[in-house]
Antibody, heavy 119, light 107 residues
């Protein structure tokens, strides 16, 4: 059974760093497109970053240069290293996968984890 | 960045009624549109991908249509569990974007 479980969220001061983890089971993160999406009450859903199977990555302009997406195939885990955090990064962060065989949407999501940036 | 505009913001309907939700893109996105359902405290759930294909396990009362800039999600007969927020998403170009959501509430 496919499952995604996020961890690593919490409260951090502006300018600080956090690393989110997304432990996957039931499939391999190395053979699937893996994504981070965040959600706030005001801005709705925002696609933050994607890591393709070949290693190519994309970032939203709002996080480019501050966030890094990566994966550890041996741990079957996706990461999001978040640096220079700002108040506007406060959100619920979801990891989500897109099936390479049947692409077109995010078919599995984690439960979401809260990140709060505040002094 | 492609902007997706969903309408209406809120749809008030009764169980058994038909729901028609709209998603309009600011430029052509071909058929690269997905629809998600989200309930309070839960992650979004994929309903429709490539504009009209139902995801695994999604009931036949959910259907999607459209191409180019105009897309529609239709729920043929609302069940009690269908009252939720619905989001559209375009994957045609990076950054992929989501609409602001349509809330389907019980009238």
């Amino acid at each position: 059974e496919v499952a995604l479980v996020e961890s690593g969220g919490g409260l951090v001061q502006p300018g600080g760093s956090l690393r989110l983890s997304c432990a996957a089971s039931g499939f391999s993160v190395s053979t699937t497109y893996m994504n981070w999406v965040r959600q706030t009450p005001g801005k709705g859903l925002e696609w933050v970053s994607v890591l393709y199977t070949g290693g190519r990555t994309y970032y939203a302009d709002s996080v480019k240069g501050r966030f890094i997406i990566s994966r550890d195939n041996s741990k079957n885990t996706l990461y999001l290293q978040m640096n220079s955090l700002r108040a506007e990064d406060t959100a619920i962060y979801y990891c989500a996968r897109e099936d390479v065989i049947v692409p077109g949407g995010f078919d599995y999501w984690g439960q979401g984890i809260q990140v709060t940036v505040s002094s | 960045e492609i902007v997706l505009t969903q309408s209406p913001a809120t749809l008030s309907l009764s169980p058994g009624e038909r729901a028609t939700l709209s998603c309009r893109a600011s430029q052509n996105v071909s058929i690269d549109v997905a629809w998600y359902q989200q309930k309070p405290g839960q992650a979004p759930r994929l309903l429709i991908y490539e504009a009209s294909k139902r995801a695994t396990g999604i009931p036949a009362r959910f259907s999607g249509s459209g191409s180019g800039t105009d897309f529609t999600l239709t729920i043929s007969s609302l069940e009690p569990e269908d009252f939720a927020i619905y989001h559209c998403q375009q994957r045609f170009s990076w950054p992929g974007t989501f609409g602001q959501g349509t809330k389907v509430e019980i009238k």
